[in-house]
């Protein structure tokens, strides 16, 4: 069974840009959870979505968006890009709910110039 | 509000045993603990929900203290592959029927032979 994957692995961007993150969730997970991991900080919360709505979100600014597709699929949006966005932005899946185990993929490393 | 996790960091021989400890001010709807080791994604490694229950997995095992709003992993006759970075998440509720999965900053948990 394929796991959680995302893409791309590593992105470079510019202060003010765009950046697109993407994640695929396990099959048959309809949880996808978004977080920020930057150095010395741990996991940081971003974005919940189920069944295809925003379902939490954490401490961060309207710039970090997001949304599910039909298929599950995610993608993270992140708008005006700042220096201190750089990061790994983790994805992870569940079945339902925060009460049963995610299963993270290998992350994007964001690097904002 | 993030679980606060202690210690930071511990440095143990193959075959020592540790404790990892991770407390929150909210009240606990469950816990869970994930390990990261270095350049890799978080992998789950147990949920406790409510009800104090205490669960195992070979030689690593938690505890769930509802009262004390606090969970402890512990790790017996210690392995070099124990090695990593381990998160403590807490569960709580956030209102309109929605929880939040907090995760704590990670111990460093180093094995040397």
């Known amino acids: 069974e394929a796991g959680v994957t995302q893409s791309p692995t590593h992105l470079i961007k510019t202060r003010g840009q765009q950046a697109t993150l993407r994640c695929s969730p396990i099959?048959?997970?309809?949880?996808v959870y978004w977080y920020q991991q930057a150095l010395g900080l741990g996991l940081q919360f971003l974005l919940w979505y189920d069944e295809g709505e925003e379902r939490n979100r954490g401490n961060f600014p309207p710039r970090f968006s997001g949304r599910q597709f039909p298929n599950y699929s995610s993608e993270l949006n992140v708008n005006a890009l700042e220096l201190e966005d750089s990061a790994l932005y983790l994805c992870?899946?569940?079945?339902?709910?925060?009460?049963?185990?995610?299963?993270f993929g290998p992350g994007t490393r964001l690097t904002v110039t | 509000q993030q679980p606060v996790q202690s210690p930071q960091a511990v440095i143990l021989r193959e075959g020592e045993d540790a404790v990892i400890n991770c407390s929150s001010s909210?009240?606990?709807?469950?816990v869970h603990w994930y390990r990261q080791k270095h350049g890799e994604a978080p992998v789950f490694l147990m949920i406790?929900?409510?009800?104090?229950e205490q669960k195992g997995h070979e030689k690593i095992s938690a505890s769930f203290n509802e009262k004390k709003q606090q969970s402890s992993l512990y790790l017996t006759a210690s392995q070099l592959s124990y090695s990593g970075t381990y998160f403590c998440g807490t569960v709580t509720y956030s209102g309109a029927g929605s929880y939040q999965l907090t995760f704590g900053k990670g111990t460093k948990l180093s094995v040397i032979p």
């Open positions: 406790l929900l409510k009800g104090g």
């Open positions: 909210k009240a606990l709807y469950s």
């Open positions: 099959s048959g997970h309809t949880s």
């Open positions: 992870a899946s569940s079945l339902t709910d925060k009460t049963y185990e995610q299963y």
